[in-house]
């Protein structure tokens, strides 16, 4: 045991350098030097005093060591060399003087990262020259591809992006992913890097794709697919809230109608502006600049984007919605009613969008306002106030409240859906036809069956909405006894045009 102790002694004290310059202790480093302590020496984890020396941004203590021939290429347990934790700080003079004593430019860390693409990412632009003009290869693709060019333009350092663009960097390399040079900077909203890149020659338009299989990028690998094929520049700014860098991709001729991913900006707005309320869903997203929402949506009508525009056949769930709602056949107005956004339903009637358009199974936007669509209450985007004023907007912009959808639901089937109790008695009162919506649906669900519970997606009664259903039924001499059907007719349910067929 006293031998043990008596070697980690010995090696506290042959480290006692590195110590020294660790604890900044600069009466002490001189003196160590003086009496040639230690100068290559290291700790247990393998880190010199050279190493400490560029940690702390010290470049006096750094030419001292290097004059007294300090080891400069020395690499820590974890490969780390003192050239390594200068680029991490971005300290260009650093860099320079270690590089003049013999550091090799292009060293790596063990996941592949570059010096150079350490210096990109912290915004050292003196070291990234530095490095550059010692042949570091602005090319040079760590694990996952990644390069140098790319960690710039994610952390929005335009000079340096331009830098090594003059230097001959790839502004088209790619990712597994997909993604380029320009969607981490449309992902950021980092508008001067986006300008730059399309100096460069980028395509403004250009869509987010996979490498082909075979390629030196390609990845078998689920986490590593795009977010959505064909995602433009300007479509992922939008999802990011970067309102402003996005007029700028369109003034530089990105498609203001771009619909690649199956919804266009105005469309995709809809769900940045209210994403769901659940728990498990992303907030807002913060975005940047100072461009709201609202003008946004403007400007880009103003440029030619399309406010009636429909969605195409096959178009997905967006992101950040369980709304269940149909999805082929949409205008932005009628998405923007799914979200139950007043504000932006107005904003877009004012430029001219339809407020009556319906989807391809004729689902109107006073039904999605009115909950349609809704499998998870509560957690949706749209609360029962916000229903309260997108339904009040409809009925005052003329939107037929007996409209029945090619589903066989109408309005007030949407109001049970959500568990909106209000709404039941707001379409009553504005003289809902109680004989057109007490008929079945294709499922054989009346709004009083859904408020019950009897529904798809599990058993959600609501007392309050059973309540106002019941009330506004016996009020009217309806019966609301017979048969309930069971969760698994619900689904097995075939099926079959509407009573009455389709208003």
């Excluded at 529904?455 to 016996?474: E, H, N, Q, W, Y």
Aim: no cysteine.
């Amino acid at each position: 045991m006293a031998l043990v102790a008596t070697g980690a002694l010995a090696l506290a004290e042959e480290a006692e350098l590195a110590d020294a310059v660790e604890a900044q202790q600069h009466h002490l480093i001189r003196s160590l030097l003086d009496e040639g302590q230690g100068l290559n020496v290291t700790q247990v984890d393998g880190m010199a005093a050279i190493h400490w020396a560029a940690y702390h941004d010290d470049v006096e203590t750094t030419r001292l060591l290097i004059d007294a021939g300090a080891n400069i290429g020395v690499a820590n347990r974890y490969g780390v060399t003192p050239l390594s934790l200068a680029a991490e700080n971005g300290n260009g003079a650093l860099i320079e003087a270690l590089l003049e004593a013999g550091a090799d430019p292009k060293a790596v860390l063990r996941g592949g990262e570059t010096v150079l693409m350490t210096a990109s990412r912290t915004g050292g632009l003196e070291g990234v020259k530095a490095l550059l003009a010692k042949g570091a290869d602005p090319n040079a693709v760590e694990a996952r591809h990644q390069t140098a060019l790319m960690w710039a333009a994610a952390e929005g350092h335009a000079d340096i992006v331009q830098e090594l663009v003059d230097a001959g960097a790839d502004v088209d390399a790619r990712l597994g992913s997909g993604y380029t040079s320009i969607f981490f900077a449309a992902r950021e909203g980092h508008m001067t890097a986006i300008q730059v890149l399309l100096a460069a020659g980028v395509d403004v338009n250009g869509g987010l794709e996979r490498p082909k299989e075979g390629s030196a990028t390609f990845i078998e690998n689920p986490r590593d697919k795009p977010i959505d094929d064909g995602m433009s520049p300007l479509l992922l700014a939008v999802r990011n809230g970067h309102f402003e860098v996005a007029l700028e991709l369109v003034e530089a001729g990105a498609d203001p109608n771009d619909m690649r991913t199956g919804f266009t900006p105005l469309h995709t707005v809809s769900w940045v502006r209210k994403p769901d309320a659940s728990d498990t869903g992303d907030p807002a997203p913060v975005g940047s600049g100072n461009v709201t929402s609202l003008e946004f949506v403007s400007e880009m009508v103003s440029l030619g984007a399309d406010i009636n525009a429909v969605l195409a056949p096959e178009t997905g769930r967006p992101p950040h919605t369980a709304s269940r709602l149909a999805r082929e056949g949409s205008t932005p107005f009628l998405m923007a009613a799914d979200r139950a956004d007043a504000a932006l339903m107005q904003t877009l009637v004012d430029l001219g969008a339809d407020p009556l358009l319906a989807n391809a199974e004729l689902s109107t936007p006073l039904m999605a306002a009115a909950g349609l669509g809704t499998t998870a209450p509560l957690e949706e985007a749209g609360t029962e106030l916000d229903a309260q004023q997108a339904v009040q907007l409809l009925l005052g912009l003329g939107a037929d409240i007996d409209a029945v959808d090619s589903n066989g639901e109408t309005s007030m089937h949407g109001a049970t859906y959500a568990h909106f109790p209000s709404i039941v008695n707001l379409l009553s009162d504005h003289g809902a036809d109680i004989e057109v919506w007490t008929r079945q649906n294709e499922r054989g669900l009346t709004p009083l069956f859904i408020a019950e519970g009897h529904r798809g997606g599990g058993f959600k009664p609501s007392r309050p909405t059973i309540d106002a259903v019941m009330a506004l039924m016996l009020g009217a001499g309806a019966s609301t006894d017979g048969p309930r059907p069971r969760i698994r007719d619900i689904y097995e349910k075939k099926p079959e045009p509407p009573a009455g067929g389709i208003r």
